[in-house]
């Protein structure tokens, strides 16, 4: 996976951030939600797929991992679990980004008002 962090120009690569609620729930728990737009112009729609534009799964991956280190969540992390991807994500798309992060694990959704896009569990070093 790329290491986001590092990107060249991140805003290539990252949604558009619309408005975003972090709520600290515990000392070691956290909630939060981002609502975000995919911009049409982002580099992961390059050749994915000519006609018909989707977001690959690597990248939304990618931004899960890019906000919950945005949110102060250590990047030791071991893989994922229950990776669930239900529906396409197109350009232009407006979705919201959840993230529930306990000590062992992040559970992330992705969805909009017409459904879930994927979910999944971040897993961390214990």
């Not at 690959?56 to 990047?75: F, I």
């Not at 969805?111 to 896009?117: P, S, Y």
Request: one cysteine or more; charged letters at 20%.
């Amino acid at each position: 996976m790329i290491n986001s962090v590092s990107y060249n120009n991140p805003s290539q690569l990252l949604p558009e951030i619309i408005d975003s609620q972090i709520e600290r729930q515990q000392a070691l728990h956290l909630s939060a939600t981002f609502q975000c737009k995919v911009p049409s112009c982002l580099k992961w729609f390059n050749g994915h797929f000519e006609g018909f534009q989707i977001l690959p799964g690597v990248a939304q991956l990618d931004w899960v991992m890019h906000l919950l280190h945005e949110c102060g969540v250590s990047d030791q992390f071991t893989g994922f679990e229950r990776l669930k991807f239900s529906r396409p994500i197109r350009p232009d798309e407006e979705l919201q980004i959840r993230l529930m992060v306990s000590p062992d694990f992040a559970k992330f959704f992705i969805l909009n008002d017409d459904g879930e896009f994927a979910s999944g569990r971040v897993m961390f070093l214990s």
